[in-house]
């Protein structure tokens, strides 16, 4: 068979992203224009300005990944790109684009969904990688365990009740004066801190119901108030200590519900994606907790775990294949659902 060459396009939050991937295995370019310098002084993303900073940047972006990959646009099979879920003006910049793109060379408009992306980033790390798996979706916007039952398969198994694990990161991080985005800050100074230092909560919730799902709003405040009473009483505290204790508890929750549901659907693998899949104890504690029942993890390097376009062309490759094809009159969804997400 022919190769089949996909661009995809990002730019759901503060990343606008173009990629080509070819046969949904190999990236041949991996454009990424960061906002992060651009949000940073507001301690989060804006959404106005984000949308606006996409429109000034995209055309440039997908000219990049296009030069990268050495290909013209008459080589590409078909054009994929995120309509949801995220900032409802970022999206729209990404869907107008790729819209007018695949109307311009004639090629078809693949649609794919933000959080399916960052789980078949897993494929293009691993290229032997296939379903089925169980997946821990863990970023700013979303924390989710998903059963990868085939490539466009997928089906729920725990979602946070409240706050997603990357946003608790970057609360805290706020607090501690470390900036934004703070997960990638808290990972690094945990590790000159004492784990064990404050025993803050491990939130599980309906245990008895064999629950999945997760809430970190209730570790978030824990640490919140626990500082507000060092503050008022004038007591000192290490900042390293505080990092590794409140990492330590999110990422035994994160550990815990994934293991869990690696064994209640008889899953030997586990993968992990989204931004916070780049958390070094995330990555080493489910690593050796699930070696121990025989369970392998897999994880994409950082710059496929935060939003990127490759994720998003692999996932366009095997819409692709099942002929999943959108008209003109796609729309971009804020709130897109997963596909059995009730
Ligand atoms: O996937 P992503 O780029 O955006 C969303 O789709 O939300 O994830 C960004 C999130 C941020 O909350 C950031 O603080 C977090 O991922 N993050 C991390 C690390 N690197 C990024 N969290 C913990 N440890 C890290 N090393
Ligand atoms: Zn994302």
Redesign the pocket.
Known sequence: MNDVLILGIES??D?TAAAVVRNGREMLSNAIHTQINIHREYGGVVPEIASRSHVEKIDSVIDAAMNEAGITFDMLNAVAVTYGPGLIGALLVGVSSAKALAYAIKKPLVPVH?IKG?IMANFIAHPNLKPPFVCLVA????SHIVEVRDYTDFHILGRTRDD?A??A??KI?RVLGLGY????K??VLAKLGNAEAVDFPRVRIDRDKNCLDFSFSGVKTAVINYLHKLDQNGQAYDKADIAASFQAAVTDVLCEHTLEAARKTDNKIIALA???A???E?RAKMTRLAVKEGIEVVYPP?VL???NAAMIACAGYYGYMKNDFADLTLNAVASLPLEDES
């Open positions: 759901s939050c990343e933000h960052h970023s700013g916007g979303h997603a990357g946003e990161f970057d991080a985005p703070g997960g990638a808290i990972d989204g931004g916070v780049s958390n070094s995330l950082p775990c935060t939003d």
